[in-house]
């Protein structure tokens, strides 16, 4: 309050006497600026006015909070400084007032000529003295709050806001001894607890960290998971990626050890360079970090960090670990995000044709997925939070992985084929992660449209149905089953409209579309899924579900499922012109 007052004084009021001065000087004899003298003077009159209950109310504001916001010797000393420096002010301003009304008051005759010039000498003594006092004062308030306030002032923001931290008050009796009688003092001692402590520490050094330094409900940081009951991944760590993204990784961090059975001795953030801010951010939530000192830019720089995250894990950090779990600092974890793993894990283990288990589905938006239970078979490697194993990184990837000759980036390259080797991975059918955030190859449109409408987990447990039909050949008969039940989807027209919609629930249908890539493109925007390149599909089939019906979509003549099109139904083709907009499907 007292900083806009004193900038305010400085820039205003300064300006104004010097207005003043002049015209008494040089202008005095012309009745024009006389009436401009006096005008100026009773704005002058008001003006002094505001400013000295500007400088009572910054004086009373200091001095009833001093105890609660400055707790050292050097704090004290600033806040006496700022103290005096604002009476100083007040004082020097009341002054001018005065002797501007008894110059005002005084005759100009000749016998009063000295008399008047020394008045204005004081004037303009006072005028200067009165400018250098208001830009000290700003310095004054700047210095202590640079130096003094965002070093204090972030313990009782931790105070203030944080349900779980308590506030300890001791009273200390310290006798003084007078040349009469000693008398009992009492001081009020402020103890910070452990947790006021640490978001004090982190405050002071990043202030400007807004989500954890905020007054107001600041991001929890000491947060314990609560245990899961037969835990499956209990030696399975997890690599946090990360980059110097400002005042997000803490919504990952949050997250991820809110999850049901997190263990923060197994997450270790790997940054892509030396960054104090992010690995503070760890190490206030009590996760490892690990710095990753490299010169690439652009997109190799991703593919290179992501194979130095994987070499660490497995070779120094986890040296004993079977699997890693890769999440990115721009996921946000559901709360039985680990249950998912824990769940699955044993079928990577049994079933050699599963590549990797994503948390991730590409399709799961909340118009086309809706049964957390369901597990997927899938091509392809959605990345966004899964898990690999230490065999498939150390025998096969990491010996080839992409250079920066490489026109792909890793997760690109890894959907190939000859990575892949017919091997699918396991996904939900509603995701457990959350991408809340752009990036490089995420712009705003992109997050909006594809990202910002996904279905998301969030219930704590979460029982998945059939896991044992999720293996190479009971996935097929799965498949079998729901196709053999499925009613044949088709219409003449290749219009993208509400006809596409099942209007009852509880049945399965199959629509075959034409396999040329751009009515891949049509169809998936008309349905506004994914639509820039193909992915989330078995054997060219995808498992949607729409209105409360299971939705399968074969891609003929291209899939094997096409065997079970009525010879008479021609594939649908969405043609360009046809698809205008996206349907909104709810």
């Not at 105070?159 to 006798?175: E, F, M, Q």
């Not at 002071?204 to 807004?210: D, F, T």
């Not at 509400?498 to 493109?521: A, I, M, T």
Request: charge should be neutral; proline fraction near 4%.
């Amino acid at each position: 309050m007292f900083h806009e007052s004193q900038w305010t004084l400085a820039l205003v009021g300064i300006p104004t006497f010097l207005f003043i001065f002049i015209c008494e000087v040089f202008l005095f004899r012309h009745q024009v600026s006389r009436l401009i003298y006096y005008t100026s003077s009773v704005f002058l009159i008001f003006f002094s006015i505001f400013m000295l209950l500007s400088c009572s109310a910054s004086l009373s504001y200091i001095q009833n909070n001093q105890q609660q916001v400055f707790n050292s010797n050097e704090a004290e000393q600033a806040n006496y400084f700022m103290l005096l420096t604002i009476s100083l002010n007040g004082a020097i301003w009341f002054l001018l007032v005065l002797f501007y009304i008894a110059r005002v008051a005084l005759p100009s005759s000749d016998l009063r000529r000295c008399q008047a010039w020394l008045l204005r000498l004081v004037f303009l003594v006072l005028v200067v003295n009165a400018a250098g006092v208001n830009v000290f004062g700003v310095l004054a308030v700047d210095f202590g709050a640079v130096l003094v306030v965002k070093e204090n002032i972030s313990s009782q923001r931790a105070a203030v806001v944080s349900p779980t931290l308590v506030h300890s008050t001791v009273t200390v009796s310290v006798p003084t001894s007078t040349a009469t009688s000693a008398v009992a003092t009492e001081v009020s001692v402020k103890v910070l607890t452990l947790v006021e402590q640490k978001r004090a520490d982190f405050c002071r050094l990043y202030p400007h960290y807004e989500a954890l330094c905020r007054v107001n409900n600041p991001v929890e940081f000491e947060v314990e998971a609560k245990p899961l009951p037969g835990y499956n991944i209990s030696d399975v760590p997890v690599a946090l990626v990360a980059t110097n993204r400002t005042t997000r990784l803490h919504r990952s961090l949050y997250h991820l050890l809110m999850a049901d059975g997190a263990n923060k001795s197994l997450i270790t953030v790997v940054l892509d360079g030396a960054f104090p801010m992010q690995a503070a951010v760890a190490k206030l939530f009590g996760v490892n970090y690990h710095f990753n000192l490299i010169n690439s830019t652009g997109m190799y720089r991703i593919t290179e960090h992501y194979k130095y995250t994987l070499s660490a894990m497995f070779d120094t950090l986890y040296p004993d670990a079977p699997y890693i779990i890769l999440l990115e600092d721009d996921l946000e974890a559901s709360p039985d995000f680990f249950s998912f793993f824990s769940q699955t894990v044993y079928l990577m283990k049994k079933d050699d044709s599963i590549f990797c288990i994503s948390a991730w589905n590409d399709f799961g938006y909340k118009h086309a997925s809706k049964d957390t239970s369901t597990v997927f078979r899938i091509e392809g490697m959605p990345g966004l939070g899964w898990m690999l194993s230490r065999d498939l990184y150390k025998k096969e990837l990491e010996a080839k992985w992409p250079n920066e000759s490489e026109p792909l980036t890793w997760d690109g390259w890894i959907r190939e084929g000859p990575q892949l080797q017919g091997r699918e991975c396991l996904i939900p059918e509603v995701s457990r992660t959350y991408h809340f955030d752009t990036g490089m190859h995420i712009n705003a449109y992109q997050q909006r449209k594809h990202f910002n409408t996904r279905s998301y987990a969030h219930d704590r447990f979460i029982p998945l149905h059939n896991l044992d039909s999720l293996l190479k050949d009971p996935y097929e008969v799965v498949i079998h089953s729901l196709l053999k039940q499925a009613i044949p989807f088709w219409r003449n027209s290749s219009r993208c409209d509400y006809g596409l919609v099942p209007r009852d629930s509880g049945k399965v249908y199959v629509l075959f579309l034409n396999d040329e890539e751009k009515y891949h493109w049509t169809f998936t925007r008309c349905f506004n899924l994914w639509e820039y390149d193909v992915r989330a599909g078995h054997q060219d089939l995808w498992r949607l579900t729409i209105k409360d019906n299971q939705y399968l979509v074969v891609r003929c003549p291209i899939s094997p499922y096409c065997s079970y099109k009525p010879n008479n139904l021609e594939p649908m083709k969405f043609t360009t012109t046809n698809v205008r907009r996206s349907l909104r499907i709810h």
